[in-house]
């Protein structure tokens, strides 16, 4: 009986557990004014580099809304693919918080990743007059919502046009650890040079990191790379959109301690690496059983278009999994997590006939 649901289904990875434990007691200056966060935000410095302003938030929907929010002015526009979290999962938070008009961008050729192809006829050739929602930010998800990664080649190609645009880049981390996981891999880099090939050293200006769907118990960061002026304007306005949205948490190093401790330790990577371990070992079992895959398997997610009588057999021996809805080319998404086994994954495949 495997549950391929969602990452969010799974519980606490152990560090995080510990580092709550070890920071029950005692008294701490509140909203964030705390050694924890302190502590923490260092820890983001060392990894992706001296320029970042580290704030907090409890989710993911908050980490991008928040972020953009402070990069924009209302009269901006965002530019995310078509089926987007951002587009198709945060109800009308994009218009409470960040306020943008958001300008759902469809892609041409690989259905998963934006192009600079696919940007192109949003930014060339506009009015630039005030009748039309002016330059804002361009945010991709890395990895993306359909278990792929952007690498960091890709991610500089569209720094650099959304640029020269007039656009800041936000990246969608909320997976973020999958794709550092597969770029260190891929591009044989370290923990830091992964990190800072992403984001800072490709343009980026900021970043949401994930730290739930990792396994904590709540939490996300969002980091501004504040050598960019426009994300060092971001970093003064954000504390003041955190709070006048019910955005700042008071027991801030209940989610700080956190992340100090699974950044310190290196759990983040280990964890995420077992959870990318049991979607390879899952996509090659379906492989081997003659499923094919809808996109590549480069995070901890795969794709796969189950015939409904398979699905229904499947579900019936109890494994669980959430349809997936999007009309790009698959029904099922079959998602690890950092608690998933091989074990599991074996069971999962022995039911398939
Ligand atoms: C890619 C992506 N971004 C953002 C979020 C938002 O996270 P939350 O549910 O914590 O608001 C999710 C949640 O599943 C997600 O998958």
Redesign the pocket.
């Known amino acids: 009986m495997t549950n391929l649901r ?1 990452d ?1 289904n799974a519980g606490l990875m152990p560090e995080a557990l510990v580092a709550l434990v070890d920071a029950a007691s005692g008294d701490a200056i509140a909203y964030g004014d705390d050694a924890w966060t302190a502590r923490a935000a260092a820890r983001l410095r060392e990894l992706f580099g001296d320029d970042v302003a580290a704030f907090f938030v ?7 809304t928040l972020s953009i929010a402070a990069l924009t002015e209302p009269w901006q526009r965002v530019l995310c693919h078509r089926h ?3 587009n198709d ?2 109800s009308t938070a994009p218009e409470r918080i960040a306020i943008c008009r958001t300008v759902p961008v469809e892609p041409l050729g690989d259905p998963t990743r934006l192009t600079e192809a696919d940007l192109l006829p949003h930014l060339a050739g506009r009015r630039g007059d005030v009748h039309e929602p002016a330059p804002g930010v361009l945010t991709i ?1 890395n990895p993306t ?1 359909f278990g792929t990664v952007y690498a960091p080649a890709h991610v500089a190609a569209l720094c650099e046009l959304a640029h020269a645009h007039g656009y800041r880049v936000h990246v ?1 981390g ?2 973020f650890g999958q794709a550092v996981v597969h770029t260190m891999r891929a591009e044989n880099l370290s923990e830091s040079a992964a990190c800072r090939a992403l984001t800072s050293d490709a343009g980026v200006d900021a970043l ?1 990191l ?1 730290g ?2 990792a396994g904590l118990a709540l939490g ?1 960061a969002v980091l501004l790379f504040t050598r960019s002026p426009m994300a060092a304007r971001a970093a003064e306005r954000f504390p003041f959109l955190r709070k006048s949205t019910g955005h700042l948490l008071s027991k801030h190093r209940y989610v700080t301690a956190q992340f100090e401790r699974v950044l310190a330790t290196g759990a983040w990577l280990r964890h995420a690496a077992v959870a990318a371990d049991a979607a390879e070992r899952l996509a090659a079992g379906l492989h081997a059983r003659g499923r094919a895959l809808a996109f590549p398997r480069e995070a901890n997610a795969v794709f796969v278009d189950l015939p409904p009588d398979l699905d229904q057999h499947l579900r019936s021996r109890g494994h669980s999994w959430y349809p997936f809805a999007t009309p790009i080319g698959a029904r099922a998404r079959l998602m690890c997590s950092f608690a998933t086994t091989a074990g599991d994954i074996d069971d999962f495949l022995a039911d398939i006939p």
């Open positions: 969602s969010n409890a989710t993911g929907t908050a980490a991008n987007s979290h951002y999962d945060e998800s919502e969608d909320a997976r949401s994930g739930t769907k996300e």
